[in-house]
């Protein structure tokens, strides 16, 4: 089995788009001094700093150990392994991880939904905002 490397900036890129989550946005949730370029350039790294890494876990609401630890290639078997064995009673069944992928995928669409209602308010702040001003 070959030694592969776990690429966390690859994997804050997936999670990322998962969640259908633009590099603009996160880059607004990370502070004033990111922009999309920097977000980008992040993806590109191999590894993160682990402070930079927990600031993003939070913002896309997805354990640091998932980052960290999560491999395309293991992943993708373990699928295949859990279709093969029609065994849906859980997505991963290794260790002390145990996903269902139907409540991870309720989940992570009730949390985009929340994400599109935040970004909804805060457009109509905004609005309102500049409303005020034009008024003036």
């Known amino acids: 089995m070959p030694n592969n490397k776990i690429h966390e900036g690859r994997n ?12 603009d946005a996160l880059a607004a949730d990370l502070g004033d001094d990111w922009n999309q370029q920097r977000v980008s350039l992040l993806e590109q790294k ?6 930079l890494l927990q600031q993003i876990s939070a913002i896309l609401k997805v354990p640091v150990e998932a980052i960290q630890n999560f491999d395309e290639e293991q992943a993708v078997n373990v699928i295949a392994n859990t279709i093969n064995n029609n ?17 991870e ?17 805060e ?14």
């Open 123 to 136: 457009k109509d702040e905004m609005m309102a905002r500049l409303e005020k001003l034009i008024n003036k």
């Open 46 to 51: 191999e590894t993160i700093d682990t402070s």
């Open 12 to 23: 804050v890129k997936r999670f990322r788009e998962m969640l259908g989550i633009k590099q």
């Open 105 to 121: 995928i309720k989940k992570l669409h009730e949390e985009k939904m929340a994400l599109y209602e935040r970004m909804l308010k």
């Open 87 to 103: 065994d849906n009673s859980s997505f991963f069944n290794q260790g002390t991880i145990n996903i269902n992928p139907i409540e």
